[in-house]
């Protein structure tokens, strides 16, 4: 596993998949991990073996990661522990390592079906908002009943708006390059200049992580979102020239101040 330092969750969720209850979390990006040792748990597999497996495998190995997870045990406060975890899009690949064959028969099936099923309801519960899995949805849904409609209605406009903020995302990352040649070709004062983004960029993660010290979550799209409020802006790098030392004071005002010191590290 190559990464030191656990990544921080910005969500959680626990989906039911029959009758289990499998966590996933989400962090910076809005990329999805998966703990891996309660699916070992799950389906009665060893959990040193099947880590030493990822471990030996190539692509698994180089896509493990530790996250915080939040747990929870009946008359005990919540606890966070440190878990094993692979992007969701891996898991497939790990759980058809497990060769089923080789396993106690009282749990083969059970693990034929998260070979099968899992990754889609997992998929599901994040695109779809689906947190549970039904053998009989599917034929529930292919009804003509209104809430069948309804749903595959909903459904349908979901995809529409993930369709809608992919290209959404395309066009910012277009007017960005533009940006940067119409500052290449003799206009450095309509934005700040790469070097100034860079600066405004490290102030405001200083700042995040100090805050994010002192509420253990992570803080980092907030600071962005009041800068961005702030500023009258979508974007740090469209922070206009005339106002970088007013925005630099801005976040040095505010690290000072969540620090409780006058030392500012940017």
């Not at 060893?46 to 180089?62: C, E, K």
């Not at 004062?189 to 405004?200: D, V």
């Not at 002192?214 to 500023?231: A, C, H, I, L, T």
Request: aromatic residues 10%; hydrophobic residues 40%; contains cysteine.
């Amino acid at each position: 596993m190559s990464d030191l330092k656990a990544l921080m969750p910005i969500e959680q969720k626990h989906v039911n998949f029959y009758d289990d209850e499998i966590i996933a979390v989400v962090v910076e990006g809005n990329q999805i991990f998966v703990p891996i040792r309660p699916i070992c748990d799950f389906l009665g597999v060893d959990w040193s073996a099947q880590y030493r497996r990822a471990q030996g495998d190539s692509v698994l190995n180089s896509e493990l990661r530790t996250c915080v997870v939040v747990t929870a045990t009946q008359g005990q406060p919540d606890q966070r522990r440190d878990m094993t975890c692979l992007p969701l899009e891996f898991i497939s690949g790990w759980l058809f390592g497990i060769n089923a064959k080789r396993v106690k028969e009282e749990v083969r099936e059970r693990l034929i079906r998260y070979q099968r099923e899992c990754y889609k309801v997992l998929d599901e519960a994040f695109k779809d908002g689906r947190l549970s899995t039904d053998p009989d949805f599917d034929k529930l849904l292919a009804s003509d009943s209104p809430t069948a409609q309804a749903y595959k209605m909903a459904a349908a406009i979901m995809r529409m708006a993930q369709q809608q903020l992919l290209l959404e995302s395309r066009v910012d990352d277009h007017d960005e390059r533009i940006e940067a040649l119409e500052e290449t070709l003799g206009d450095p004062g309509r934005h700040i200049t790469p070097e100034q983004a860079s600066q405004i960029s490290q102030a405001i993660k200083a700042v995040a992580m100090k805050i994010s010290e002192q509420s253990g979550r992570n803080e980092y799209g907030g600071v962005y979102g009041e800068m961005y409020r702030k500023f009258g802006i979508t974007g740090y790098k469209l922070l206009s020239a005339s106002r970088f030392q007013e925005a630099i004071s801005w976040l040095s005002e505010w690290y000072q101040q969540v620090a409780g010191s006058n030392d500012v590290p940017f």
